[in-house]
């Protein structure tokens, strides 16, 4: 089932270390969120992956914190391998990402705000733009999802033994979002009835196969049939 970009880890927000056509994580792993810590003005949990990731790492451990009067949220990494390795670091998204000319920041833009990503740590680290589609080691089923409409903002690390990897999320001002109402022809609209042919409803001789009502319609000058074109009536 590994094969399948979605179960990946690839395919989540997190860390693969030194990819291959392998799982990328151990599948019966068991980890734990020790400390969890909230407070009026920050909080964040730490998990210890080291087992999921024993076969790369010696240590791997990752905090996601609630920061900055909890206005912005940062994941960090502390990351030690077993010998120089390449790291790759995802964030998928269906915004647009624009990358600043260092890369050290990027925006992801949706229609009703933005939010900043800041390279923190290290200092040589850049950010990238990509597919959400698998790396070339990885496999790639012809049957699996295509992921359209998602891109993922990466990072990649090479020769790395030992390292601290920190990236920053701040959430720009929200934008109204415009909900369209129904459409009107406004309270003063009147047809033009000296060109026009006019048609008004008074009252009807019979009736079968359903029921027509006489009703009053905004800009009409009378009024008007409703439900006369329902299936079967006469």
């Given at each position: 089932h590994h094969d399948f970009y979605r179960i990946r880890p690839e395919g989540h927000n997190t860390l693969v270390i030194n990819p291959t056509h392998g799982p990328g994580q151990g599948a019966k792993a068991v980890t734990r969120i020790d400390p969890f810590v909230s407070q009026a003005d920050a909080a964040s949990a730490t998990v210890d992956l080291s087992p999921a990731y024993k076969d790369e790492a010696k240590?791997?451990?990752?905090?996601v914190a609630l920061v900055n009067q909890r206005k912005a949220a940062e994941i960090s990494d502390e990351i030690e391998c077993w010998e120089?390795?390449?790291?790759?670091?995802?964030?998928h998204?269906?915004?647009?990402?624009?990358?600043?000319?260092?890369?050290?920041?990027?925006?992801?833009?949706?229609?009703?705000?933005?939010?900043?990503?800041?390279?923190?740590?290290p200092a040589h680290g850049r950010f990238l733009s990509m597919a959400a589609a698998p790396l070339p080691s990885s496999p790639n089923p012809d049957i699996q999802?295509?992921?359209?409409?998602?891109?993922?903002?990466?990072i990649v690390l090479s020769n790395t033994v030992k390292t601290r990897l920190v990236v920053r999320f701040t959430p720009g001002p929200a934008r109204e979002k415009i909900v369209a109402g129904p459409a009107s022809l406004g309270t003063d609209f009147r047809p033009w009835l000296e060109k026009a042919?006019?048609?008004e409803a008074e009252a009807f001789s019979g009736q079968e196969g359903g029921a027509v009502e006489v009703t009053v319609k905004v800009a009409n000058s009378g009024k008007s049939f409703k439900g006369w074109d329902n299936p079967g009536h006469a």
């Amino acid at each position: 089932h590994h094969d399948f970009y979605r179960i990946r880890p690839e395919g989540h927000n997190t860390l693969v270390i030194n990819p291959t056509h392998g799982p990328g994580q151990g599948a019966k792993a068991v980890t734990r969120i020790d400390p969890f810590v909230s407070q009026a003005d920050a909080a964040s949990a730490t998990v210890d992956l080291s087992p999921a990731y024993k076969d790369e790492a010696k240590r791997l451990v990752r905090k996601v914190a609630l920061v900055n009067q909890r206005k912005a949220a940062e994941i960090s990494d502390e990351i030690e391998c077993w010998e120089p390795s390449v790291l790759w670091w995802f964030a998928h998204t269906k915004a647009q990402i624009a990358l600043s000319g260092d890369g050290r920041t990027a925006m992801l833009t949706m229609p009703q705000a933005d939010l900043k990503a800041e390279l923190v740590e290290p200092a040589h680290g850049r950010f990238l733009s990509m597919a959400a589609a698998p790396l070339p080691s990885s496999p790639n089923p012809d049957i699996q999802n295509k992921n359209s409409g998602f891109r993922k903002l990466a990072i990649v690390l090479s020769n790395t033994v030992k390292t601290r990897l920190v990236v920053r999320f701040t959430p720009g001002p929200a934008r109204e979002k415009i909900v369209a109402g129904p459409a009107s022809l406004g309270t003063d609209f009147r047809p033009w009835l000296e060109k026009a042919a006019l048609v008004e409803a008074e009252a009807f001789s019979g009736q079968e196969g359903g029921a027509v009502e006489v009703t009053v319609k905004v800009a009409n000058s009378g009024k008007s049939f409703k439900g006369w074109d329902n299936p079967g009536h006469a």
